[in-house]
């Protein structure tokens, strides 16, 4: 069982900036694909986006292509999500995920999830 645990959400003002952790229990949360996950209130659950356990191959939602920037560090059991240039519409709770498969944006296939922390952005 993969436990994680996020850290770093909280309140920025448009334009800014907010770099979120998330933290694994074990280390075979290194060779899965490591995700993050967003649901603002009322909607759904939004791929943000992914990496691969190599580290060498992130993927991203459009909505955040070019300002989100996931990385990871296998040595510390850790992923982060670097969130520039923010946007109220960024408004929601983010969840770190963990999935066999490497590729999908499809959060029902990812299996380990963090109880999320809430990112709020203000105009």
């Known amino acids: 069982q993969v436990q994680l645990v996020e850290s770093g959400g909280g309140l920025v003002q448009a334009g800014g900036s907010l770099r979120l952790s998330c933290a694994a229990s074990t280390s075979t949360f290194n060779s899965l694909t490591n995700g993050w996950v967003r649901q603002a209130p009322g909607k759904g659950r939004e791929f943000v986006g992914a990496?691969?356990?190599?580290?060498?191959?992130?993927y991203y939602a459009n909505s955040v292509k070019g300002r989100f920037t996931i990385s990871r560090d296998n040595a510390k059991n850790t992923v982060c999500l670097q969130m520039n240039t923010l946007k109220p519409e960024d408004t929601a709770v983010y969840y770190c995920?963990?999935?066999?498969?490497?590729?999908?944006?499809?959060?029902?296939?990812?299996?380990?999830w963090g109880q999320g922390t809430q990112v709020t952005v203000s105009s």
């Open positions: 995920a963990a999935a066999m498969m490497y590729g999908t944006s499809r959060p029902g296939d990812y299996a380990y």
């Open positions: 990496i691969g356990w190599s580290g060498g191959s992130a």
